[in-house]
């Protein structure tokens, strides 16, 4: 089945960096648009970040162009988000998933998502 597993969160300082990761298992993870999703308390889910299948497109959110970065590797099924210049609304529970997310008994799936906390 799929299987999203998101990590490197963690607490960082306003202006700091953080790179997050994501391994993806259970579909051809080549073949699909990638992205980058958070959710802060509070607050609706929003995309960050996508990119295609070959990484010939990619698109960013506005609050984080020039700032974020997505990445991925098909041979690892891996998609990552390098993060600098973070600050403190960048702060929410970070998610990958296809883009539109994937569905499963007609339900969007998560995974557990990473956590980023920006705090001085």
């Known amino acids: 089945q799929v299987q999203l597993v998101e990590s490197g969160g963690g607490l960082v300082q306003p202006g700091g960096s953080l790179r997050l990761s994501c391994a993806a298992s259970?579909?051809?993870?080549?073949?699909?648009?990638m992205s980058w999703y958070r959710q802060a308390p509070g607050k609706e889910r929003e995309l960050v970040a996508a990119?295609?299948?070959?990484?010939?497109?990619?698109n960013y959110a506005d609050s984080v162009k020039g700032r974020f970065t997505i990445s991925r590797d098909n041979a690892k099924k891996t998609v990552y988000l390098q993060m600098n210049s973070l600050k403190p609304e960048d702060a929410a529970i970070y998610y990958c998933?296809?883009?539109?997310?994937?569905?499963?008994?007609?339900?969007?799936?998560w995974g557990q998502g990473t956590q980023v906390t920006v705090s001085s």
């Open positions: 998933n296809t883009n539109p997310p994937w569905v499963v008994f007609g339900r969007n799936y």
């Open positions: 990119m295609t299948s070959t990484g010939s497109r990619i």
């Open positions: 259970g579909f051809a993870f080549n073949m699909f648009v």
